[in-house]
């Protein structure tokens, strides 16, 4: 029988590696914008999210939002968008990425505090969704699957 890797990867998936952290979350390292940056990999997260303080680190050009976000012991919180954006993750890439900005200093006081590495954001559902995301926590990996016609 063959792998679940080879059946994947044959369907057009890419693997993509993941690290546990000290507080059980999962890591995964990403490129906006052609900036590399460290994301929790959110399957509660509806949309994915990036610091406001991180705005410039990913050329973010952001506008008012009226959606508040929630999460993490922190609700109604005031966020912005930043529309036209591109990520890679491994070799999957996606342009025109709309992202949600937001405080997520306490996000990252809590990782410090179990000696855990803040994170710039979080990979959320949308982007596990648009990709079809398997994740193998066995071998610590997402796979994600490319259209055939975006690069």
């Known amino acids: 029988m063959k792998s679940l890797k080879k059946k ?3 369907r ?3 693997r993509i590696p993941l690290t546990l952290t000290n507080t059980n979350h999962l890591e ?9 940056g460290r994301f929790i990999l959110d ?3 509806s949309n994915t999210c990036i610091g406001f303080d991180r705005m410039d680190q990913f050329d973010l ?4 939002s009226e959606i508040k976000a929630a999460g993490a012991g922190a609700t109604e919180m005031d966020t912005l968008t930043s529309t036209k954006n591109h990520i890679e993750i491994g070799q999957w890439k996606k342009k025109k990425l709309k992202i949600v ?3 997520l200093v306490h996000v990252n006081t809590a990782l410090i505090s179990h000696n855990a590495q803040p994170v710039d954001g979080v990979i959320g559902a949308d982007i596990l969704n648009k990709a079809k995301a398997i994740i193998d926590y066995r071998k610590m990996c997402v796979y994600l699957k ?4 975006e690069k």
């Open 8 to 10: 994947l990867i044959k």
């Open 12 to 14: 057009g998936y890419h």
């Open 28 to 36: 995964v390292f990403a490129k906006i914008n052609g900036r590399s």
């Open 43 to 45: 399957t509660g997260a």
């Open 61 to 64: 050009i952001s506008k008012s």
């Open 101 to 103: 900005l937001f405080d």
């Open 146 to 149: 490319s259209k055939k016609n």
